[in-house]
C-alpha cells in the first residue's frame, strides 16, 4: 500500500480550506483517509497553516511521500529543514571515529 500525505478539499464555494491527511494513494481526493495531520487556509494570512509536526515525522519515517503542494507546506513550517539538520548531525556523529591515544 503506497500512503502519501496530500490535501482533502473542504470549505465553500470560492472560500476553500484543506485538510492535509494520510491516505492510501488510489483513494480519491475527498474519500478515505488514514490520519489528518493539520489544516490549510491559504485565504486566511498568517494562520494559514495548522500542523501536527511529530505526526508528520512520523509518516515520512514511515515512507509516506508528500504531494508536491503538501512537501512545499512542509518546507514552509520547517519540518523539512529540521528533518534534514537531524539526519545530517546523525551522520556527523556516526562519523566520527574516537582517537587512541
Do not use: C
Not at 17 to 36: L, M, N, Q
Request: no cysteine.
Amino acid at each position: 500500500m503506497a500512503v502519501r500525505i496530500r490535501l482533502r478539499r473542504q470549505g465553500r464555494t470560492k472560500s476553500p480550506t484543506y485538510r492535509i491527511i494520510v491516505a492510501d494513494s488510489r483513494s480519491p481526493r475527498d474519500g478515505k483517509f488514514i490520519e489528518i495531520l493539520g489544516q490549510y487556509a491559504p485565504r486566511s494570512g498568517e494562520q494559514a497553516l495548522q500542523l501536527k509536526t511529530d505526526r508528520a515525522n512520523y509518516w515520512l519515517d514511515n515512507g509516506a511521500q508528500p504531494s508536491d503542494t503538501v512537501r512545499s507546506l512542509l518546507r514552509k513550517a520547517g519540518v523539512l529543514k529540521a528533518r534534514h539538520e537531524a539526519r545530517l548531525a546523525s551522520k556527523l556523529t556516526a562519523s566520527a571515529v574516537p582517537v587512541k591515544e
